[in-house]
């Protein structure tokens, strides 16, 4: 009864309605040889006695759940939210579950997230990395049950786990070379841990940008933090206290560079005019800064189909994942009023 500790079961629906345990269980698995009104007078009765059905254990028997997981860095960037939502409408639309956990941009975390995947028997697993995984071998249990493991937007190159991604090096170059075309010559870069392909080939597109220009790279205007809104607010007065100050600033995200906005805004530093400032995500927060800022543009909800689809189509039609390596999504460089200078 609800409200009661027992935890309900088939046999006392039975028992209650005077019929076996196998009628109730077929009926409530909505089995065509259960006739129509007893069907009703079951399904009725579970619910007013507050039956769960033990999914796990049927799940078991199957021998799949049903369930995808998902593990991200974190949850409260919009960009996690866009690819959830996209994750979740093709999953919703093909009858599977989510299961989401964060690993709050540790390895340590990262690890015991799988293991948690894996108990809980996961049919598939989409992955976007922590800043300081170092290797992945947790997820090699996974392919050992044939478990497939897609990684997206944080990558990392490997046989088994297919990688969907933007070409962060060619977005990195674009953005460097708008700067320098705003006749920027000292551009500071401010990044995360490069171990991530993310911020590695965004930092290579800068450097390339700069050579391509003739501009000799700089160390000192590198600037590596955990890209929070606090850690790049404390970098801002770093930067503050350059001579010469820089006359452009590119962050890998928008909310490093909108922080650094605010800061160098409050010390009387004119932007675009004394420091031009791009980001890199397109989060919302880019169209409320004043001023608005220059950023690359690239659709998380279509990252999280994407991902869902490839994942799906393996496990519902046994499409071969090993045919798709790594897809490369579009992105594009949105240039507003941080970056552009009066010619």
């Known amino acids: 009864m609800p409200g009661s500790e027992k935890e309900i079961t088939i046999y006392d629906i039975a028992k209650k309605l005077n019929v076996s345990a196998a009628t109730v269980s077929r009926a409530l698995q909505n089995h065509l040889r259960v006739n129509k009104n007893t069907k009703k007078m079951i399904v009725k009765a579970a619910e007013e006695m507050g039956y769960r059905s033990n999914s796990f254990a049927s799940n078991l028997r199957r021998k799949n759940s049903n369930i995808i997981g998902v593990i991200v860095p974190r949850l409260n960037s919009s960009f996690t939210s866009d690819v959830i939502a996209g994750i979740e409408k093709v999953v919703n639309d093909n009858d599977y579950n989510l299961i989401i956990s964060q690993s709050l941009e540790t390895m340590k975390k990262e690890i015991n997230n799988a293991k948690a995947m894996l108990n ?84 290579r597109g800068y450097k390339a940008a700069l050579e391509k220009h003739g501009i000799q790279f700089d160390e000192s205007l590198l600037f590596i933090n955990d890209l929070s809104a606090n850690a790049s607010a404390i970098t801002a007065q770093e930067i503050l206290k350059m001579n010469p100050l820089p006359d452009g600033l590119f962050c890998a995200n928008d909310a490093s560079a909108v922080s650094c906005i605010q800061v160098l805004k409050k010390a009387g530093i004119k932007i675009p005019g004394d420091i031009a400032v791009a980001g890199f ?34 496990l519902v039609n046994k ?12 992105s594009e460089l949105i240039i507003r009023e941080s970056s552009a200078r009066e010619k």
């Not at 927060?285 to 189509?313: R, W």
């Open 120 to 203: 809980n028997r996961v049919d598939g697993l989409l992955v976007s990395l922590a800043y300081d995984t170092i290797n992945v071998e947790h997820f090699e249990p996974f392919i050992k049950r044939r478990i497939p493991v897609i990684f997206f937007d944080r990558v990392v190159e490997h046989d088994h786990y297919p990688q969907i991604y933007i070409d962060n090096f060619k977005a990195a170059y674009e953005i460097t070379g708008h700067l320098i075309e705003q006749g920027c010559t000292r551009i500071v870069h401010i990044t995360a841990n490069v171990l991530r392909n993310v911020y590695s080939e965004r930092l």
């Open 319 to 330: 499409n071969d994942l090993q045919q798709t390596h790594s897809l490369i999504l579009r």
């Open 281 to 314: 995500n397109n989060d919302p927060v880019s169209c409320v800064i004043e001023p608005n800022l220059t950023t690359i543009n690239y659709k998380g909800f279509e990252m999280g189909e994407v991902a869902a689809n490839l994942l799906i189509n393996h």
